[in-house]
């Protein structure tokens, strides 16, 4: 079994985790879940990842609000160290649990039903994916639709509901084998075009600031809970400020136009980030596991 990850406080709030002690060797499997910022338009009834196709369906670099790749694409393609063959569970529009905070339609999966497709399909280890404990990383990136639904609500509240049940989904993970967690942090989205001008944008930073306050606490009394669990915190905030500081330096004229080529601005719209943010998100999850998963 892997050893632990022990966390290490940053002075932005969040956490990452000191390297595995044995590099993870041969075939890995990266199961992804979250929201618009990670999907592909994956689907587990379709084509599934293979040395061909790392992602699966849709054929690279599937259909994403980024213009290109998305975080997970970056680490399965470019960013990896050996194959990684990549599930890729996250749909657009989705929140913790629908019951707690509704997406912005009926009937997107959420985090909740993302990981009952998880379940139903991998965790009984089929012929395709014949993944292990050592071998499997589980990576979440949620919350951005969570408080950007709920911050002019009573958003506290929903914050801890949704963390809550967040925590209960990683147990369900666990309790099907997952011991290898990466889990992003909500990006600073009340700087991107769309929501940097609402009237009420402090109360969404103050949600934002909420939630990542939060998830090292809940990661210490999940692993508290679950010894054998290895956990890394990604910050997602220094990305995206390196994006935002130097807007050229990424390909951009400033850092408020948007682009559905990915490439040219550092938007794929008003609230997506496109390519080069979503490239350095990907660096930032490789740095923290270097010389483990990638």
């Not at 910022?37 to 994956?42: A, L």
């Amino acid at each position: 079994m892997l050893a632990q990850l022990s966390l290490l406080f940053l002075g932005s709030g969040a956490a990452i985790a000191a390297p595995l002690a044995n590099a993870v060797t041969g075939t890995k499997y990266f199961f992804v879940f979250g929201d618009s910022y990670t999907s592909t338009g994956f689907s587990i009834s379709g084509a599934k990842p293979s040395a061909s196709n790392p992602m699966g369906n849709p054929a690279l670099p599937g259909s994403t609000f980024s213009g290109g790749l998305t975080w997970p694409g970056f680490l399965a393609t470019q960013l990896n160290t050996s194959l990684t063959l990549t599930f890729n569970f996250a749909v657009a529009g989705a929140t913790v649990d629908n019951s707690i905070v509704q997406a912005y339609r009926s009937g997107v999966p959420s985090i909740a039903d993302q990981t009952k497709t998880w379940t139903t399909n991998l965790r009984p280890k089929p012929s395709y994916a014949p993944w292990t404990a050592e071998s499997a990383l589980f990576g979440v990136w949620i919350g951005v639709n969570d408080v950007g639904n709920s911050f002019e609500k009573s958003g506290s509240t929903l914050v801890t509901k949704d963390l809550d049940r967040y925590f209960s989904l990683l147990e369900t993970l666990y309790t099907g084998g997952a011991r290898n967690f990466v889990l992003l942090n909500i990006p600073p989205t009340n700087k991107t075009p769309q929501m940097k001008s609402n009237a009420k944008v402090a109360d969404l930073t103050g949600a934002i600031r909420n939630w990542n306050t939060q998830l090292p606490t809940r990661v210490a009394t999940f692993k508290a809970a679950n010894p054998e669990a290895n956990v890394t915190i990604v910050d997602t905030h220094p990305p995206w400020e390196a994006a935002l500081g130097d807007p050229k330096a990424y390909g951009a004229p400033d850092i408020n136009c948007s682009n559905s080529n990915g490439k040219s601005c550092l938007w794929y719209d008003r609230y997506h980030p496109g390519t080069a943010i979503q490239k350095l998100v990907a660096q930032t999850v490789a740095t923290a596991l270097k010389g483990n998963f990638f």
